[in-house]
């Protein structure tokens, strides 16, 4: 019910694996070319696709740079959080000390 038969190994090599490759991407590339005409026919169209392209490449965009540098502030911020617990607690032992001192 498929390409290979039941048992057989995929060979980068065969020509057979070449001829399906081949099929492959022509039937890709003719389904990509094929609302061009249409597009180059209306303007709107064309406009729409352009409007979405740049939707999805903006929208790509965001979430790189919200998941890469939102984990890089997370792990600056971890990495600052113990140095400032230490901060922290020197100021408040330094604090009751001025307290007890005062009294």
């Known amino acids: 019910a498929g390409i ?52 999805a490449a903006v929208f790509n965009g965001s979430n790189y740079y919200f998941e890469v540098f939102a984990a890089r502030y997370l792990q600056q911020l971890e990495a600052s959080a113990p140095q400032k617990q230490d901060e922290t607690a020197q100021c408040e032992t330094r604090d009751s000390d001025e307290g007890v001192k005062q009294d």
């Open 4 to 55: 290979l038969k039941q048992g057989e190994q995929f060979e980068p090599e065969a020509m057979k694996t070449k001829i399906v490759f081949w099929i492959g991407q022509l039937i890709f590339v003719m389904l990509t070319l094929l609302p061009v005409p249409l597009m180059f026919a209306y303007h709107s169209l064309n406009t729409a696709y352009v409007l979405l392209v740049l939707s």
